[in-house]
């Protein structure tokens, strides 16, 4: 008897934690911003139950334009970095050796040790008029006078593909390396080519790992703030620069909460999407990756 | 299975008459479907498998044994294409493989845990090489069921790998191999991972499997009895090289070294120096002090003084109570005994002589008064002819 109380005692005591950061940190927050985006503004001070807030979205084409533009924007560095990070993962699963593996992971953690902010900078160094890649292209003489690479699309992505690229090479890793050679093998053995052995076996035996991929850097992205604006300047519109103009331009906390819901609702039904046409569950994706 | 290759096979065989001519028949088809000829591996330093040659006759059922660390799954690998070997050449119906990438060598393999794939189901599973191979839809249909229904399992082809028992798994594998027609079979243990029963079973089922398909298995195994049960011939592999091929009988009765001797079946292993040679005898004084006359296995030529070692198995030699035997021609000693091993119809007798060696002897255990029984006196006799000895490899490990 005693020792079924100790049991769950200290289960109680592991799961405290976890059920605090969630109750606190998670859902009281989620509910206090539901609460303020169902409040429609009447008058100074004076609010009322109602789905103002949402309309005022939905009647604003610039509003609902930016979060489509986010939406593109953040799948298309989502379909990059898999592009990218699938090759990457695969060798280091696959390919390098057991201590090789090692340190190509700790290569690819290295990017993580330093700040978002820095990194966004260290890009900025790089691409602006007066950087290091204008100031080189004029001295080789390939370009006239100074070029701006900065504040365009191609920069954000390329900057944003940067950043998250490693959260979509960790799950790969994990479920590539959780294959057996002899899969692979097999394959070739049977007489697949290798195009056929990746289209038929290797993806999909790491699928889950993929949509893990995805999602994570779907999400990070969609909800990215410092990457887009830094890189992308005053014109990269950026969903979550909408937000922030709510809140603190614009003083308009309702309105913000009620973005930052549509923001919410719009990522989860594209993931939700993205699930069914893989075929595949969140639960299943997450726990074999 | 034959109509896989005609073409080639004819058409191998006349480009190679030279190098096999000599051993063989001057026959017009020496129907070899695989051939090694010299094949080494190196790893660095390290020779993995180190000149071995062998062919393979068509339709039989070849095993490579061997302790784990011997080289044959570096051998394997290198028949199926996924290494290269450092020298050598792989033929496969008379012609080299060895420039042949693994997908397009028609050597099939059953890997050691099988290798199915998960995400597909039973008859995709099967299916794949056939696609691989742009074989038309409603041809892929029926060679996958007519393989289903000769592996005796017709209804799983929807199934899911994971909804499968061990031996199905098992069958499915050969079947996803066999649906393709291939010159050559190879198996790497893949029976290490069912249970006991199942294992036996499996055995059996494999040389009927053989047998109906008609095709050349080659099997990679460290488990004897596997081998011996199963093969018309068996290559004992050690250190990278082939201590021996042979027939099972001819390993189990007349081995050729005593590496094989001693992993072949088991023995009492004795090493000791020859005292006298007396043909076709030899007196072998044991270091533990017992002195028995042996044979020297074939193609050993002994002289006094030499280190050797002397193999005798179990089943050759006779336990029998001390009071009313009287000392026979051959090999004779008196022990006590030290235990039973009761094992059905394999039991066995420890027994303990007078000079501290223990000696295994098969004995029938019946239940019955007769049984021998721990503590007794018996007299071990053994017929030099089932004493083989060896010389003693000294630079081997």
Redesign the interface.
């Known amino acids: 008897m005693r020792q079924s109380d100790f049991r769950r005692l200290s289960l109680i005591l592991l799961f405290a934690p976890f059920a605090l950061w969630i109750l606190l940190l998670i859902v009281l927050p989620h509910i206090g911003m539901g609460v303020l985006a169902l409040r429609e503004k009447v008058g100074p001070r004076v609010y009322e139950f109602g789905f103002g807030n949402f309309l005022e979205f939905a009647h604003e084409p610039i509003y609902w334009n930016t979060l489509i533009r986010t939406g593109t924007m953040s799948l298309l560095v989502t379909a990059l970095a898999l592009l990218i990070g699938f090759p990457i993962a695969y060798y280091i699963a696959k390919v390098a050796g057991r201590r090789a593996r090692g340190a190509l992971f700790l290569i690819c953690l290295i990017p993580l040790w330093v700040s978002d902010l820095i990194r966004a900078f260290g890009w900025i160094l790089l691409l602006r008029e007066t950087g290091v890649i204008s100031s080189a292209l004029q001295a080789m003489g390939l370009v006239d006078g100074p070029i701006e690479l900065l504040y365009n699309d191609a920069t954000v992505i390329i900057g944003l593909v940067y950043t998250v690229i490693l959260f979509m090479i960790v799950p790969l890793v994990s479920t590539l390396d959780g294959m057996?050679n002899?899969?692979i093998?097999?394959?070739?053995?049977?007489?697949?080519?290798g195009f056929?052995v990746l289209r038929?076996?290797i993806v999909?035996?790491a699928?889950p790992g993929i949509v893990a991929g995805c999602i994570i850097v779907f999400m990070l992205t969609a909800g990215s703030y410092l990457t887009p604006i830094l890189l992308g300047g005053k014109y990269s519109s950026w969903f979550t620069e909408t937000i922030y103009q709510q809140f603190i331009t614009r003083y308009n906390w309702e309105g913000g909460a009620a973005f930052g819901f549509l923001l919410l609702a719009f990522t989860s039904a594209v993931v939700w999407i993205g699930l069914k046409l893989s075929g595949q569950t969140l639960a299943g994706t997450v726990a074999k990756s | 299975m034959g109509d896989a290759a005609p073409g080639p096979t004819a058409g191998g065989v006349s480009s190679f008459p030279a190098i096999r001519g000599c051993a063989q028949s001057m026959a017009v088809s020496p129907d070899y479907d695989l051939e090694c000829e010299a094949v080494s591996k190196s790893f660095g330093p390290v020779r993995a498998v180190d000149d071995v040659s062998f062919e393979i006759p068509s339709g039989s059922f070849f095993s490579i044994l061997g302790p784990s660390g011997c080289g044959k799954t570096t051998l394997m690998r290198m028949i199926?294409?996924?290494e290269d070997p450092s020298s050598g050449d792989i033929r496969i119906k008379g012609r080299s493989v060895v420039a042949v990438?693994?997908?397009?060598r028609n050597?099939?393999?059953v890997?050691?845990?099988l290798?199915l794939?998960?995400?597909?189901n039973v008859y995709e599973n099967i299916a794949?090489?056939l696609r691989?191979?742009g074989v038309a839809k409603a041809e892929i249909r029926r060679k996958v069921m007519d393989v289903l229904e000769r592996i005796a399992l017709p209804d799983v082809a929807e199934r899911q790998i994971h909804q499968l028992s061990g031996g199905q798994k098992q069958r499915i594998a050969i079947a996803?191999?066999m649906v393709?027609d291939p010159d050559v079979l190879l198996l790497d243990e893949p029976l290490g991972a069912l249970d006991l029963k199942l294992r036996e079973a499996m055995k059996i089922e494999l040389k009927l499997l053989q047998h109906q398909f008609n095709t050349t298995f080659v099997y990679i195994t460290h488990d004897q009895s596997e081998a011996l049960v199963m093969s018309d011939r068996v290559a004992v592999m050690n250190h990278g090289r082939f201590e021996q091929i042979g027939t099972p009988q001819e390993l189990y009765h007349r081995p050729a070294s005593a590496f094989v001797a001693g992993f072949v079946g088991d023995a009492n292993r004795w090493s000791g120096r020859v005292a006298e040679v007396a043909n076709p005898h030899a007196r072998v004084e044991t270091a533990a002090g017992l002195s028995a006359l042996c044979v020297p296995a074939d193609g050993q030529a002994l002289r006094a003084g030499d280190a050797v070692e002397v193999f005798v198995r179990p089943e050759f030699i006779r336990a029998e109570r001390l009071a009313g035997v009287e000392q026979s021609a051959g090999n004779s000693l008196a022990g006590t005994v030290d235990s039973l091993l009761f094992n059905g119809a394999n039991s066995r007798v420890l027994v303990r002589c007078d000079n501290a060696a223990l000696i295994e002897a098969d004995v029938t255990l019946t239940g019955g008064p007769d049984d021998l029984r721990p503590g007794e006196a018996v007299r071990l006799s053994w017929a030099p002819e089932q004493a083989k000895c060896f010389a003693a490899e000294a630079a081997r490990p």
């Open positions: 057996d002899a899969m093998e097999a394959g070739y053995n049977l007489g697949g080519t056929t038929r076996i999909p035996y699928m | 199926a294409g996924f990438p693994p997908n397009r050597v099939k393999m890997f050691q845990h290798a794939f998960p995400m597909m794949y090489g691989c191979n996803r191999c393709l």
